[in-house]
T-cell receptor, first 113, second 113 residues
Framework: DTAVSQTPKYLVTQMGNDKSIKCEQN?????MYWYKQDSKKFLKIMFS???????INETVPNRFSPKSPDKAHLNLHINSLELGDSAVYFC????????????FGPGTRLTVL | QKEVEQDPGPLSVPEGAIVSLNCTYS??????FMWYRQYSRKGPELLMY????GNKEDGRFTAQVDKSSKYISLFIRDSQPSDSATYLC?????????????FGKGTKLSVIP
């Protein structure tokens, strides 16, 4: 059973479109995250959600919005896609608090044409 | 400060070599250090972790922390082609009322048969 899953695995779309990426975790964790990994492999936190509350937003454009229907799901909605949004997006989850060991999903490779 | 610095490499070694992967950090309050391994087109997975100063060994892998020099190392003995991956160091930090992880930029390792 996959601990953290994401769909779709690949997403190719045109500039200006709106798209969503889904994430689910079956680990019973309290907190979920979205990361962006660029072509140089740098992993940058975008959001984290704890008990349906956003607790971090690291200078991410407001075209990106996380939505959490319940504790096991954190979806990422992206409006008006731009070329610079092309990257791999990872979902992760952890228990709240120290040491914050995070478990990652397989990633969604987004390509904006 | 919440930064962890890591040489991105790439690093290429022959099979059987001893590999040393390193990170430095600037915040002396950091106590807990993790190493994640990321295979190509996969999500990062937690490889091992260590507290404060000292060594932790797990099979062919040894994690070492030197708090006096703020240096984190991962040693791989008898390296195998299956060890070819990007290795990311990480440490939890407290911010915005919760713990998050800060990651190094990752070192890409290739083990040549």
């Amino acid at each position: 059973d996959t601990a953290v899953s994401q769909t779709p695995k690949y997403l190719v779309t045109q500039m200006g479109n709106d798209k969503s990426i889904k994430c689910e975790q079956n680990l019973g964790h309290d907190t979920m995250y979205w990361y962006k990994q660029d072509s140089k492999k740098f992993l940058k936190i975008m959001f984290s959600y704890n008990n349906k509350e956003l607790i971090i937003n690291e200078t991410v454009p407001n075209r990106f919005s996380p939505k959490s229907p319940d504790k096991a799901h954190l979806n990422l909605h992206i409006n008006s896609l731009e070329l610079g949004d092309s990257a791999v997006y990872f979902c992760a989850s952890s228990q709240e608090g120290f040491p914050n060991e995070q478990f990652f999903g397989p990633g969604t490779r987004l390509t904006v044409l | 400060q919440k930064e962890v610095e890591q040489d991105p490499g790439p690093l290429s070694v022959p099979e059987g070599a001893i590999v040393s992967l390193n990170c430095t950090y600037s915040n002396s309050a950091f106590q807990y250090f993790m190493w994640y391994r990321q295979y190509s087109r996969k999500g990062p997975e937690l490889l091992m972790y260590t507290y404060s100063s000292g060594n932790k060994e797990d099979g062919r892998f040894t994690a070492q922390v030197d708090k006096s020099s703020k240096y984190i190392s991962l040693f791989i003995r008898d390296s195998q082609p299956s060890d070819s991956a990007t290795y990311l160091c990480a440490t939890p930090y407290s911010g915005a009322g919760s713990y998050q992880l800060t990651f190094g930029k990752g070192t890409k390792l290739s083990v040549i048969p």
